[in-house]
């Protein structure tokens, strides 16, 4: 059987990479996995080195900025030209919040839609005409907790996220028919090198997080307490590995049958139910695929 080629963005560091080598390394060789990131002369040297005899046999780095639509134009066409298919999508890249909603510049908020948002689309409009002329694809959108469930600090990164799960819950049905899934991924904290420079938990990235963007010292203290008195109105502690989540994307990725929406903890799982009758979005889907 033919391998999967798996086309995944933001593999410089955290999710992306661990997703990217952990797919690459599958015993069964059952994936081809293109791991891209935007800055290649500074990036790549540490995927390269955990890559190891990987490299270049399962795994293959390219480079592509999600914000420049030249790049993806020219990858997509070399990977097209080598491999004559792209059977999954993750887009992973992403921009983190930039400024507080109140006082910061409007350019923190195009930025981060910029990446989180229009990248997406970008990204998931080249792919789907390749899908649709197999008639079978995957598509993950690596969203988070927070593009369901609003949280006091980072407005920007929480816009984004909800414009990516809007758009998705969108195109998703009519893509059904063509054998295409959709599916969004809503991790909570996610134990990356990346994170962790920013606290060991949720409650400690988010306090943090407050103390860097708001200036202002009694709405600083207000979104603080907020955020750190009740750990499970925020995302719980719940700490996920890379592996594991890496793992639940494979199981996504081999599902015959995935279902729109994947919370990745227990705590995500609760705020999930709190707001959604059906947490995995498939009565929605299930609404349109009647028609």
């Not at 639940?248 to 959604?276: C, G, M, W």
Request: charged letters at 25%.
């Amino acid at each position: 059987m033919a391998s999967q080629v798996i086309l995944i963005t933001g593999c410089a560091q955290g999710i992306g990479k661990e997703a990217a080598l952990f797919l690459a390394r599958d015993p069964q060789r059952r994936f081809k996995v293109y791991a891209t990131m935007r800055n290649m002369a500074t990036k790549q040297e540490q995927l390269k080195t955990e890559a190891g005899n990987i490299l270049n046999d399962t795994l293959f780095i390219r480079e592509l900025d999600v914000t420049k639509q030249e790049t993806i134009d020219k990858t997509l066409k070399e990977i097209i030209d080598i491999e004559g298919k792209i059977d999954v999508l993750v887009n992973n890249a992403g921009v983190p919040y930039k400024a507080w909603w109140e006082t910061g510049p409007m350019d923190g908020f195009y930025e981060v839609m910029e990446g989180n948002y229009f990248g997406c689309v970008r990204m998931t409009k080249v792919v789907v005409p390749y899908m649709k002329e197999k008639r079978n694809g995957r598509i993950l959108q690596i969203s988070s907790v927070v593009g369901f469930h609003g949280i006091p600090v980072g407005a920007s990164y929480n816009a984004s996220k909800f414009a990516l799960e809007g758009f998705s819950e969108s195109i998703a049905p009519p893509l059904r028919k063509f054998n295409i899934w959709v599916s969004v991924i809503e991790p909570g904290y996610v134990a990356t090198k990346m994170n962790q420079r920013f606290g060991e938990n949720p409650t400690a990235l988010f306090a943090k997080a407050a103390a860097y963007l708001i200036p202002e010292e009694e709405e600083r203290k207000i979104v603080t307490d907020m955020m750190t008195s009740d750990p499970e109105i925020v995302i719980g502690n719940d700490v996920l590995d890379p592996q594991d989540l890496a793992k639940q994307l494979q199981d996504v990725i081999l599902s015959p049958n995935p279902h729109f929406r994947y919370q990745t903890s227990k705590t995500i799982k609760k705020l999930a139910r709190e707001k959604f009758v059906d947490p995995t979005g498939n009565a929605v889907m299930n609404a349109w695929l009647k028609q």
